[in-house]
């Protein structure tokens, strides 16, 4: 979905002039002429970004940016001040307006588009993340620990690298007012210090002597640990084509030397902020894709992702030859645990059957719960002959030791096992199962605790 810019300014010339530019990049520009225009159209649109004036008659640019920022409806939209005003003092008010960043009249367009870009990928970041909390509270949820911490301003890990230890130093001293900075001088010890420690931030200087901070850079994109690390860099005036370079392979922002401490602790808030969302989202979807394959009870692989594994390992025997076995396994009399000593006795056993069924595999094989007390191996490059070993030293384990139910009391328990391979040109993932169902039924009817084979 292309982003949405709401750009406010007095002088229609002026917000021709950003609309031009934002259109070029797909942006989809709003335009709006003062500050009440401004606020009615985010409190009945969606707007990613807003690109306010500063100067304008009647409510000004500080006070729209208040005004935005205090209302619930509209204090997520990402807020940058474009102001003619160069003073300090004209940045702090407006940081304490709650504006998100700032422009400087006439605005450059490498800081207007990154500017835009970043915060307009913030917004979606943040959509999602109070979606996700609204989500929760809705359905009578606790808010999530991990969500919490998330959408708090806790202090961020921040990794500066500049060989000019005055200028090292000045920035770890703005940033340790709100952050937790750690310096480096080279790019070999900040890659020990990205290797063994958990950052939010990399900043990294474009003028270290003797060595190049874009292949710094561009190390920390390839590698898993540090991919989404958000980076700035620190850019001498001039140096505009190594700029590109950087924004091309990656980097997420930048500053422009001599540094500014408002403009520091801004850029460096958006960039933490993002990667705490971002890192939160991830993880969320991680645990979404590993909760619909894995069986919440035993951790074992559930009988959705087995199916799919079964059917893609079939295919891949039959083309390479190989042998390919399946092994189902039941607990015996499982119904008389339920019914004698509860259900909660019955998930420990279920727990205690996984942990024993797991050791029995290899790593190359895949262990599921199939359903209620019956259980399943897939065992690739496996005759017959080898899965029935396995099936028996699993019966062993089995039956060897009672599983524990309470402190000082077991149960014994016996398991029955049926077996099948690929044995046919025309077998198919159903046909293997039920071969190995077929077993099982065999094994429970000899008397169970047995394992028992199906050929085709």
Known sequence: MTARVLVVDDIPADVKLLEARLSAEYFDVL???????AIDICERERVDVVLLDVMMPGMDGFETCRRLKSNPTTHHIPVVLVTALD???DK???LQGGADDFLTKPVDEIALVTRVKNLARLKTLTDEMLMRALT?????????AA??????????????????LRSAGRLGEWLSTVHRPTLATDPQSALHELANEEFDLLIVSLSL????GLRLCSQTRSTDRTRHLPIIVLVEPGNEARLLRGLDMGINDYIMRPVDQNEL?????TQVKRKRYSDHLRNRLEESIEASVIDSLTGLHNRRYMETHLSTLVDEARHSGRSLSVLLADIDHFKQVNDTYGHDVGDAVLKEFSARFRRNTRGIDLACRFGGEEFLIIMPDTTMARAYQVGERLRVSIAADAFPIKPGLGIHLTASVGLATLERADDTPETVFRRADSALFTAKRRGRNRVAANAA
Request: glycine fraction near 14%.
């Open 265 to 269: 602790l801004a850029r460096v808030r």
């Open 87 to 89: 003073q300090v003092s």
């Open 209 to 212: 002597a003797g060595a190049d």
């Open 92 to 94: 702090v008010r407006g």
């Open 31 to 37: 335009p709006a002429g003062t500050g009440q225009e």
């Open 136 to 144: 929760g509270r809705q359905m009578g949820l606790s808010e999530d």
């Open 147 to 164: 969500l919490l911490k998330a959408l708090s301003e806790e202090r961020g890990r921040v990794l500066i690298v500049d060989d000019d």
